[in-house]
Structure formats: structure tokens, C-alpha cells
């Protein structure tokens, strides 16, 4: 079976070894990411003033677009996966709304798609017990902490992914690859997001708060599923360095780039050059590579 | 902070718009401070988000706009999922940024030309798109 799949701005350049380690694991799994035609950028931020009609009109172009090749739309950025969904709920359920964008999109859409996250697939359509069935290499005595952030799961009434406070699919998916899961307070705390670009120290404090208290719990690997958050998380580690000395890095893993791992994916595949902490040291320890 | 409260300075006019812009009533907070409490950047804020919300509701405009709470907001909805009132207070901080990215004369929190070289280039997309979005008139 094929999943329409839009892979989002920044999985084309910054984030190229979540796209590709995806789509390779996809493959491997019996099901392949059709890429939609003429995809946008999704608009990165889901418009918070209710009057902000202007900032819904890329994601509903791709929703429409996407409508008119599948029934499905998979993403991968949790971000995307955020602001898309968002919008198509929006569409479902605001009649003034859906009529105004589709006056300015000059295209008919009602809603009617359902957007997938790659993990749901992972958990609905493949099953972690089948998932575990196909894992050659199990990722034995790998601490990972599971890191959710924030745009998977909130608003969990529209994002429908999972519980708003103890979420468990990123466990359920590290214990099918073989690993285990750390738990830690703060999996579901933000990163900082965008405020790495308007008050980056308080990004990179966010993030260290929430690298210190997954290294407490014992981790010894993170693993993420936007690219935002791995940014801040673990681009910002040489900026964490420089203001706690004693701070010890831990690579920062998306979770494609794990299963890829566990599925026996060529390590070269996996794009570790665009790892800022070099996880190929941690990964020999394991006896992994 | 003295301030003496008045029928009309109550049933303001900001408050009224920021309820607009967001879609929220303001006036079903009973300043609890969950939103605070559990806010990833209320260490970094000059006033937590429930301090703002209670400012809006006495009609203290400069108060509530010259803190840098909603600037500082990064949208995770933490306090949205948590507050018992059902108030999407993330909605409540972009009102409060829109309020003055709306003005006429351009008031941008960031100012791309002064970013420290390479400072973009390091950035993900997504970073700045919406940064932009959130910062920017």
C-alpha cells in the first residue's frame, strides 16, 4: 500500500536524513511514501488569532491538492503534521471559515482527508508486534529517552495522537526496535520552538532542562520526531556547552533514523553527517555498528 | 500597584479586543496560575501569563503590553491543555502580539538585519518561517 506523503520544507534541506531514512524504512516495510505534486511550505505555525484567515490558506491548498491524488496525507514534521491537521479540522467543522478559503483558493475543499502521522502507521496499519517481527538488529540496551514536545500531542483535541499528559507510543514503538525507553518529566515540555529565533538563550535553556532531565533518568540517546525540536535540542547542545561547562552530550536520534537501525539499514544510509552529536560512538558501545 | 477599579475600567475596550482577536473569554479566569505554573518560558518572563490575563481584565493596557510574557510565548499549548477554565491562553498571548504587530506604525520584535552573521543560515525552516510569523508586522 502507498501513503501520499508531504514531506515539509524542512525535510527537504536541514532534516534530509528524516526524510530519506523514512522513506527507506517505508520500503522495507512493505509500503512506499508517494510524495504529492506541488507541495508548499505548510506555513510553519497554525494562526492563533481566530482572524488570521490568510495564514490557513497554504495549508488548505495542500489539503485540497492532496485530496485530488488520495484519501490520506502523511507527514512526518511534527510540525506539519500540527498545523495540517489543525487546519483540515478547521475546514470540517467552521462552515464561514471553509467557505472563506475556498473563495480564495479558488478550489473546492471540504475536509474530508484524514492526515496520518508516519508513527500511526507504524502503530495502526503495521502494529508494533508485527513491527518487531521485522527488526534484524535489536537495538538492545539503548537508554533512549522519547522525546514528544508539544505539536504532536496539543491540542489533543484536534491532534487526536495520543494522551495530553502521559503519552506512550513513542515507548511502544522503542520497546518493538528493541530498545529501552527512559522515562523522564519532561517528554512532553517544549523545546522553545520559534523562540530560537526571537530569544535564543531561551531556547537553549529550554533545551537544557530537558537534556538534564532525560541524562538523569539515565538516557543516553533522545529520539525526536520534528526537526525543530532536534534543532533545539540537538544543534543547541554546543551552545548548552558553552554555559554549563560540565554538560555531557547525548546524540539526538529522529526516530526514523533508529527504526532504520533496528531494520538493518546501511549505517551510511542514515545521514548521521546531519547529527550535530555524532551518535556513531554511543551506537559501537552498543556493538550497533 | 495600586489601581482603582471603576465599572468601565473593567468592561474595557482592550479587553474587549484582545477577546476578539482571540476568540477566548478572558473574564472565566480565576487567576489559579496553572498557566503559569506549567509555562517551558515563565522563568524568562518579566510576569506570568496569568498575571498578563489579570492586567487585560482591569483594562491595564501599557502593563499588559509593555511585558515581554506573550513575546516570549512559543506556542506549545501547554497552558491551553491544562487550564481548568478551558481558556486557550495561547490564543490570548498571539492576541496580545497581534495587538501591536497591527499598529500602524511597524513595531517588529526582531530585527533580521541585526542578526549575528550565519545566525539564519544555522536555522531550520520551520524555525524561522514561524518565528517570522510570531515576531514580525
Known sequence: ???????????????????????????LLGFELKEMDNWTCCGATFPLATDNIMALLAPSRILAKAKQEGDTLTTLCAICFNVIKRTNKLIQTDQEKREKINNFIEMNYQGDL???HYLEILKNDIGFLKLKEKIKKPLEGLKTAPYYGCMLLRPFEEMEFDDKERPTIFEEFLL???AQPVEFPYKIECCGSFQSVGSPEVATECAYRILSSAIKQGAEAMVSTCPMCTFNIDHKQVDIKKKYLDFKSIPVFYFTQLLGIAMGLDIQTLGFDQNEIDPMPLLREKGLV | MKIELTRKKVH????????????????????CGNCTAGCPVAFAMDVGPHEVMRYVLLGLEEEALTVNTFWLCASCLQCTSRCPKGIDIARVMDALRSVILRRKERKDYIDISKFPEGFLERLPQIAFVSGFRKFLS
Open chain 1, 176 to 178: 518493538a526496535l528493541g
Open chain 1, 114 to 116: 484524514k492526515v496520518l
Open chain 1, 1 to 27: 500500500m502507498d501513503y501520499l506523503y508531504f514531506p515539509g520544507c524542512t525535510l527537504y534541506t536541514k532534516a534530509k536524513n528524516f526524510d530519506q531514512t523514512a522513506r527507506n524504512c517505508s520500503i
Open chain 2, 12 to 31: 474595557n475596550e482592550f479587553a474587549k479586543r484582545v477577546e476578539l482577536i482571540s476568540g477566548q473569554n478572558l473574564f472565566a479566569c480565576y487567576q
